[in-house]
């Protein structure tokens, strides 16, 4: 695998925040959709960070009148989870990793920008096929389709 463009999600279908906006837009932005975290961009499309849902409920448990701080910027939000960007030209193994503590990974270009999330479940789906494509037993219950339960040669012969 040469980059991970295959595996983005593109910005145009991402739901993301704005730091310059307020924390009741970002709320009606990720209210419809359920998500629990979303990026948290610039204006000039650079990655900020991730605003999490968490991070508004403790914004808004601190405040004195959270019908007021849910005009307050959205940059003024503590926020508590950092998920680390990668480049275009990542590997699989580097998206493993934070996949492992992230549920999405954001990517940016060569200029530092946005340009689409990874999400956990390509990431696994695509480590899946790599490993099916690495099977050299020619046992054809090896091999594991999209949407099967994967058994091991192994466990299968038991």
């Not at 730091?19 to 959709?33: C, D, F, Q, V």
């Not at 340009?115 to 390509?122: D, E, L, Q, T």
Request: aromatic share 6%.
């Amino acid at each position: 695998m040469k980059n991970i463009a295959f595996l983005i999600t593109p910005k145009s279908e991402v739901v993301w925040v704005s730091a310059s906006g307020t924390l009741g837009e970002a709320i009606e932005r990720m209210k419809p959709n359920g998500f629990a975290a979303v990026p948290l961009l610039d204006d000039e499309g650079g990655y900020l960070g991730t605003l999490t849902e968490g991070d508004i409920l403790w914004h808004l448990l601190d405040a004195p009148d959270p019908r007021l701080a849910q005009g307050a910027s959205v940059r003024d939000v503590q926020r508590c989870t950092n998920n680390r960007a990668v480049h275009i030209d990542a590997k699989l193994e580097t998206l493993v990793l934070r996949a492992a503590e992230q549920n999405f990974v954001p990517v940016l270009d060569d200029r530092e920008v946005f340009i689409g999330i990874v999400r956990r479940k390509s990431i696994i789906e695509q480590c899946l096929v790599n490993a099916t494509t690495q099977t050299s037993a020619p046992d054809s219950k090896a091999q594991v389709r999209y949407g099967e339960e994967y058994q091991s040669p192994a466990a299968a012969a038991r």
